[in-house]
């Protein structure tokens, strides 16, 4: 077996391994056309911010999560 079938059978297995340990739920990242960062898999359009809009998003997870909690019972649940 030559060199190069060998390290294309190993890249194959890792690529593998890495495709496993993706997230199942079928949500993917992308980088936009324009340079932003778009999650796709959440609703029937990608949900698409720039990168320090994620990341001020990601700085208020505590308070978004109090936020839902305090307002449960008037939020609604999409199905599926």
Known sequence: MSEDLKAEIERLKAENEALKKAPVKGISLKV?????????GMGRFPVTLYMEQWLKLLEMGEQIRTFIKDNESKLKKKEG
Do not use: Q, R, T
């Open 32 to 40: 936009s056309e324009k340079g932003a960062v778009s999650v796709y």
